[in-house]
């Protein structure tokens, strides 16, 4: 049995995602791990690819993949594992070949209490005219959102005054959860983008949404620029 490591993001043709992918392969080998490679789901290398090529290039026959998404959604429980020929991210095994070869497909980020304390941490002390918005893409299922809802609940226990808000998918967009705020006595707004690489369409379009309201904010780095011991 030979093991290998699949850092595996969502399109290689966003440059701040082959950072994140470039960044965590990284990470794992540099903390002793061997056979870490990177794979996408659309574009190169592309993940059924990279599977193939470390079984019979490098005879590794057990495999782990780390997608590399904030929150669970259909990309992450179905698209990406069946690209490997796994049913879903429950999958623990397919053919290549004549072999079988086994598959430990992990799941999103989801809530880290680590995380949501050096955010708050950067964030400093709540004050009473600012809000902020956790602000994530959304998905058409409900772990997105409670997710995004955790990360707002924990900054509210700090004090804060949250609302989430979606690019894409969601019951708020981001300008509507900005008049939220703003109605509730914020003239300052913080943007919290909970994205690995922010800048795909529906997130510029928000932010252009955003834009036009003529309200003051200021956006802070995505999560992945936390310090890595979070």
Not at 131 to 157: C, D, M, N, Q
Request: glycine share 10%; aromatic share 10%.
């Amino acid at each position: 049995m030979k093991t290998g490591i699949i850092v595996l993001g969502k399109n290689s043709a966003s440059t701040g995602e082959q950072k994140v992918v470039a960044e965590c392969c990284r990470y794992i080998a540099e903390h002793g791990h061997r056979n870490v490679y990177p794979a996408f789901h659309f574009g190169e290398p592309r993940s059924d690819r990279v599977l193939k090529r470390m079984f019979l290039d490098e005879g590794i026959d057990t495999f782990c993949v780390l997608p590399m998404a904030v929150a669970e959604g259909n990309l992450t429980i179905w698209n990406m594992p069946k690209r490997i020929g796994l049913p879903d991210n429950s999958g623990s095994w397919t053919m290549i070949g004549n072999h079988d070869v086994a598959i430990r497909f992990a799941t999103a980020l989801g809530y880290s209490g680590y995380l949501a304390s050096a955010i708050a941490d950067r964030l400093g002390t709540p004050s009473d005219d600012t809000g902020v918005i956790v602000f994530t893409h959304g998905s058409k299922l409900s772990l997105s959102e409670k997710t995004a809802g955790r990360y707002a609940s924990y900054l509210s226990e700090c004090g804060w005054k949250v609302s989430c808000a979606f690019s894409e998918t969601g019951p708020i967009t981001l300008a509507e959860a900005a008049e939220k705020l703003s109605s509730d006595g914020c003239a300052r707004l913080i943007i919290l983008p909970l994205f690995l690489s922010p800048g795909g369409k529906s997130y510029l379009e928000a932010i252009k949404e955003l834009d036009a309201t003529g309200k003051e904010y200021v956006l802070t780095p995505p999560i992945s620029e936390y310090p890595e011991d979070w």
